[in-house]
C-alpha cells in the first residue's frame, strides 16, 4: 500500500486505503494501482522462490485476500519464481484451487480460493 500512496501523508481523517480499493482501481484501468500489484507480484515471487529453493518445498499455497489481485499478480510472480533455481529446476506453475467452504468460519472467508504453485 505504501508503494501506492507514495511518500505523501494522509489527510486527516482520511479513510485509509486498503487492499480491495486497489484491486478494484486495477480493475478499472488504472496504471498506478496495477503497477503496485504486478510490483507485489514481483516480490512475492521472489519470496516464494527463495522458500521452494532454500527448504525443498515443491507446492507452496498462496491464499487469502491477496487472490483478488490474482489476475495482477500471477504473471509477475511465476515469473519470479521462474527464475529462482528452484522454479528452474521444477518448472513451477499456478493453478487455481477450490478450497473446501467451512461453516465455521467467518462470512468473508467463505469460499475463499487459494493458488497452489506445484
Do not use: H
Request: proline share 5%.
Amino acid at each position: 500500500m505504501e508503494l501506492y500512496q507514495g511518500n505523501t501523508p494522509r489527510r486527516k481523517g482520511a479513510a485509509s486505503l486498503r487492499f480491495r480499493d486497489i484491486v478494484a482501481r486495477a480493475e478499472a484501468g488504472e496504471s498506478r494501482a496495477r503497477a503496485t500489484l504486478e510490483r507485489v507480484g514481483q516480490s512475492l515471487g521472489v519470496g516464494i522462490g527463495n522458500i521452494m529453493c532454500g527448504l525443498g518445498v515443491p507446492q507452496v499455497v498462496v491464499s487469502g485476500r491477496i487472490v483478488r489481485g490474482w489476475k495482477f499478480i500471477q504473471g509477475p510472480l511465476r515469473e519470479m519464481v521462474g527464475r529462482s533455481m528452484a522454479g528452474r529446476l521444477a518448472n513451477a506453475q499456478s493453478n487455481p484451487v477450490r478450497c473446501p467452504d467451512r461453516a465455521s468460519e467467518a462470512p468473508s472467508k467463505l469460499r475463499s480460493r487459494a493458488i497452489c504453485l506445484v
